[in-house]
Every structure is written in structure tokens, then in C-alpha cells.
């Protein structure tokens, strides 16, 4: 999508950017989406960290039961 866009796409996006919030604005936008980013990044790594592992958990056994119930009739 993206790989279409040539600079002046960017040149264009950049002045409407501009134009919308200032150039005032412009350098707190970058720095709370930077931030932002970094915080994303951290929660990221601290997810992967804590996932749990692939390995499949083992099923559980079941008692063999005795019994007239545990007997297989053959009519």
C-alpha cells in the first residue's frame, strides 16, 4: 500500500500536517508518539517474556474403575 507513495506524497502529507496542528504543536506530537512507541515496545517485550510456553500440558489419567460398571456385557 504504502510502495506507491512517492516523496511527493510525503511532501504533500507533511504540509497538511503542518497545516492541522502548527508548528507549534508539531514537536509535543513527536515526542508523546515516541513515547509512546517506547512504552508499546517495553509492554512488547514483557509479554513475550511471560508467555507461557508452547510445550502441550499432559492430560490428566483417569483412575481405572472396578467394579460390576467397569465390566464390558456381551448380549
Known sequence: ML???TGWHFLIILVVVLLLFGSTKLPALA???GQSMRIFKSEVKTDIAEAPSTEP?????RPVESGP????RST
Open 3 to 5: 510502495g506507491n507513495l
Open 31 to 33: 515526542r508523546s508518539v
Open 69 to 72: 460398571s467397569a465390566t464390558v
Open 57 to 61: 500440558e499432559p492430560e490428566p489419567t
